[in-house]
């Protein structure tokens, strides 16, 4: 396994550059995605101050930074109408480690014990929405239609940002 140190605009291809082999050498972004499909490397992409958001499959833990980013997007458990703050909550996977789902800000939401136990036994789904805000869906036990629910705070968020009702 091979790690490779991006940056995520570069990454993403929104801005120039290349990555970082731990002997310092430089392989353009497109270099290290022809790479990917055939070799064992690990990318840990990081955001301002060389902070780590994505490390790959190498670990299911979450790194302080990418905790960091979690508490800033989400401010408490994700879980609608829960009050818990992010300091009681633990990092969720949506696409579960296990399930190849990576150790990154794209597949995590906080969610305090109880629902984070509801999540994992009782049926609901997690997802973020097109604006990355996490969203969770019921089971048909609760809401025959599952309709997604997000918490509050988001809604506002939406507002604060468009400048307008969220629909």
Excluded: K
Excluded at 67 to 82: E, H, V
Excluded at 129 to 137: A, E, K, V
């Amino acid at each position: 396994t091979l790690t490779v140190t991006i940056d995520l605009a570069t990454l993403t291809g929104q801005a120039a550059g290349a990555g970082l082999l731990p002997d310092g050498t430089a392989l353009p972004a497109s270099a290290l995605r022809r790479l990917t499909c055939d070799a064992g490397i690990t990318p840990a992409v990081l955001g301002g101050r060389s902070q780590p958001l994505d490390i790959g499959r190498t670990r299911r833990t979450i790194p302080g930074p990418l905790r960091t980013a979690l508490a800033i997007r989400d401010r408490g458990c994700a879980f609608p109408g829960c009050t818990r703050p992010a300091n009681w909550t633990d990092a969720h996977h949506i696409t579960h480690w296990t399930e190849l789902g990576p150790t990154a800000l794209h597949n995590l939401m906080l969610l305090c014990h109880r629902h984070h136990t509801a999540v994992h036994q009782e049926g609901w789904t997690a997802a973020l929405d097109h604006h990355g805000l996490p969203t969770l869906t019921p089971p048909p036990w609760i809401d025959l239609h599952q309709r997604p629910r997000q918490h509050h705070r988001y809604h506002l968020r939406q507002l604060d940002r468009d400048g307008r009702s969220p629909p």
